[in-house]
C-alpha cells in the first residue's frame, strides 16, 4: 500500500464505531419491538426457546444483520456510514478494498478476538501503523480517504469590457494532502478574479 496513506488512529475509529453502533441500534430497535409483542403473546412458542447457549433464533439473526452490513459495507464500498463520516476507509495491503471472505473474517474472528479484554482496539493506539488486532489477522488497514485535486479554472471577465485582462489563476500545490491511489478524490477550484480599476470605476459613476 502507499506508504503516503495516513492512517487512522484510535479516536477517529472510535468514533465512526459509535456512529455505526448508533444506527444499527435504532434499526435493531425498530425490528424488536414486534418481536416483542409476538413473545408476550406466545411465550412458549419454540422460535422464542434457546437454540446457542441461551441466543433465541431472533438473537442470532440480529446479530447476523449486524454482521453482514460491516462485511458488505466494508467489501463492496471500503467505508461503513460512520467511517464515511470520518473520512475513512477499509484498505488491504494493495490498497484495495478487502474481499467478501476477508470482511467476513475480519468483522468476526477477528472482532471477537480484538475484544477479549479490548486488547486488540487498545493495540491501535500503542501501534506505530494504528492497526488493531483483527487488522492483522486480515492484512488490513483504516486509513484517511480525503484527497483533493486542485484544478485550474479562469473566471472570464464582462462582456462590456473587452479591454480588461483575464482573471488570474492561483496555483495551489497538489501537496496539500497526500494521495493515495485507493481514495476517491474531491475537485477544489480555487478563483481569483483580478479587480480591474477602470470597470470598478464606471461602475461606480
Known sequence: MNQAVTKAGFFPRLGAYLVDSCILGIVLFCL????AFMELA??????FGNVLFHYDIFDIFFYLLTLLYFVLTTSITGTTIGKRAFNLTVVDKEGRNLTFWNALYRESVGRFLSGIFYFGYIMIMIDKNNRAFHDYLC???VVYTCRFKVVKKVVGTKAASPAAEPAETLQVSENLYKESNTTPQSTVVVEVEKENAEISQEENE
Open 32 to 35: 424488536k419491538i414486534p418481536v
Open 42 to 47: 406466545f411465550p412458549d412458542a419454540f422460535i
Open 139 to 141: 492484512d488490513s488497514s
